[in-house]
């Protein structure tokens, strides 16, 4: 099967100088919900720039749904819908406007450009905003007509950079619920983001980016047997003065009523239960203290540490 | 995307730009329009009543042809430079960017609506000098020609200024300091007759002198040159910046990374 996108290769060196990708290879297959994580400045936008045709390669290949982007370019686009990280559009025109006009860029005359702008801006609660200038609409809002308008054209791909960035919890959630339903109705989604709960939430397959190289590219399954440590907190019943002892695992007292204990891979958290029984120590609650996927995150660019130094070092 | 898709599209950029520029009249509309009055009032009325007759035509009638181009050119070359930098300056260019539109539909939808300005404007102009004298038109297919093709030269032109600027200074610069003085030593206010033999060689290498005297054949019936050399530098212009044009778009040239 055609992949939604396939990347073979890719570099790009700036006119600085700076080697912002080293050969990336990425496949994403049709219908899936795919997450680009790294740290800041490690090549995700321009990786995503360059799909889109906002930044020029400078090796390698990238073809859209089988559309080379070298020789194709006008057929990948048509199935590309693209959510950028900064807003981008005109904020003196009117949100109805910005969407058709959109279309138009596409092919799709005014009357049918209209019809999908009303199915998406309902969609995502900007209808009633339609006449509304752009400059006028909250940083939610504004976010939310970015998606209208690179939806409207119906693309096959839809590359979102940082999407629910700087948005309050209760929006992003309900953001995380229409891309879940765009994704269901077999619109491959791909985003970065910063939210590393975000991509656990809503990707299958994921692919970490450091330095302008792939350091991981695997599922979001797979990437999480990884983890060898979690941390759990637990919330007793009884303040308690200092920590208890329970073999096999390490405790910390992080409140009076919150205990902190390790867990590795391989142990049972019926363990701890049971001691904390014994000890008539009751709890009532259980959360993990970090999000799973943020751990192995910042694990993995951890270990890129040393040369992270070296070329900060370099560049002085 | 087939021919239709491609019509969408053209249109779709030349009425967002009528749409823009009609939307700020004010700033696009009206100030020509108060400029050439005060023109056809100080240059026509009161100073070229005392400075009698050019090239057979009295002061006032001399001038309009000149007057009429100098809003045309202005106005298309600003509507384009002013509107495809605030679309990189605002990054709202990447919304081109990432569709489909071919560069040559980009570049001709841009032209065509700084052409709907610069034109509207020399409708304008046209009828606030119809206050002032009267406009007896000696060839109208050479007038509508030369205008056309002399805002769509200039259209382009903004566009390649708009591509290369890096700041809002970049944008006044070449009307400021290129177009202005090429206008007014262009033939608006004269004829290049009264100049001495080395000044009226310097003026022949200005372009748009010979756009002015197109215009002006086509009202007056009298030209400091061939009309049809005009024609013929316009067109050729228009050619070599489109081509620039075009392929400083291929180029990404101030528009990608």
Aim: aromatic share 10%; proline share 3%; net charge neutral.
């Amino acid at each position: 099967m055609t992949h939604a996108l396939k990347i073979e290769g890719l570099t790009k060196t700036y006119d600085s100088g700076f080697e912002a990708l080293k050969g990336i290879d990425l496949q994403v297959a049709q219908g899936d919900f795919f997450a680009l994580l790294g740290p800041n400045g490690a090549g995700k936008s321009t990786t995503l720039g360059i799909v889109c045709s906002l930044v020029t390669k400078s090796a390698g290949k990238v073809s859209v749904f089988g559309y080379d982007i070298d020789t194709h370019l006008s057929d990948a686009k048509l199935h590309l819908g693209v959510v950028p990280q900064e807003f981008n559009f005109n904020q003196f025109e009117k949100v109805f406007d910005i969407v058709t006009i959109q279309a138009g860029y596409y092919g799709i005359p005014l009357k049918k450009a209209a019809v999908s702008a009303e199915k998406y801006l309902k969609k995502l609660g900007l209808w009633d905003k339609r006449n509304t200038p752009a400059r006028m609409l909250s940083g939610g809002m504004k976010r939310r007509l970015m998606i209208a308008r690179a939806l409207v054209h119906e693309p096959k791909l839809l590359i979102l950079d940082e999407p629910t960035a700087g948005v309050d919890i209760e929006l992003r959630r309900s953001m995380w619920s229409f891309l879940e339903e765009m994704n269901r109705q077999g619109t491959t989604i791909i985003l970065t983001t910063h939210y590393l709960e975000e991509a656990e939430a809503l990707c299958r397959n994921i692919a970490i980016i450091d330095h302008g190289r792939i350091v991981r590219n695997t599922s979001k399954r797979e990437l999480l047997q990884q983890l060898s440590l979690e941390t759990f907190l637990l919330d007793t019943r009884v303040a308690l003065e200092e920590a208890p002892e329970l073999e096999g695992f390490t405790c910390r007292l992080d409140d009076e009523n919150v205990l902190e204990v390790d867990v590795h891979k391989g142990q049972a958290l019926n363990d701890v239960f049971m001691q904390l029984e014994q000890q008539n120590i009751q709890v009532v609650s259980m959360r993990t203290k970090a999000n799973r996927l943020e751990e192995l995150f910042i694990r993995m660019v951890e270990q890129n540490a040393p040369s992270r130094a070296e070329k900060t070092e370099g560049r002085a | 995307m087939n021919a239709q898709a491609l019509f969408t599209a053209y249109s779709t950029i030349v009425l967002r730009e009528i749409r823009r520029f009609t939307r700020i009249w004010p700033q696009t509309l009206l100030p020509p329009a108060v400029t050439m009055t005060l023109y056809f009032i100080i240059f026509g009325n009161l100073i070229g009543s005392r400075i009698g007759e050019m090239g057979g035509f009295d002061y006032m009638s001399f001038i309009v042809p000149g007057l009429i181009m100098m809003a045309v050119i202005t106005n298309s070359y600003a509507n384009v430079v002013s509107s495809f930098f605030s679309m990189k300056f605002q990054r709202s260019v990447e919304e081109l960017l990432v569709s489909p539109v071919p560069n040559w539909v980009i570049l001709a939808g841009y032209v065509t609506g700084g052409m709907a300005r610069g034109l509207g404007i020399g409708v304008i102009v046209t009828l606030l000098s119809l206050a002032f004298t009267q406009l007896k038109i000696h060839n109208l297919p050479m007038v509508v020609v030369t205008v056309i093709l002399t805002s769509a030269l200039f259209a382009v032109g903004g566009f390649i200024n708009a591509l290369l600027a890096t700041k809002f200074d970049d944008v006044s610069i070449v009307p400021t300091f290129v177009l202005t003085p090429l206008t007014y030593l262009g033939g608006v206010f004269y004829s290049i007759d009264m100049l001495p033999d080395f000044w009226q060689g310097v003026s022949m290498a200005n372009p748009i002198l010979y756009m002015v005297n197109g215009f002006r054949f086509g009202i007056l019936g009298v030209s400091d040159v061939n009309p049809f050399v005009s024609l013929g530098m316009i067109l050729a212009f228009i050619v070599v910046l489109s081509f620039i044009a075009l392929k400083l778009l291929a180029r990404g040239k101030g528009i990608r990374h």
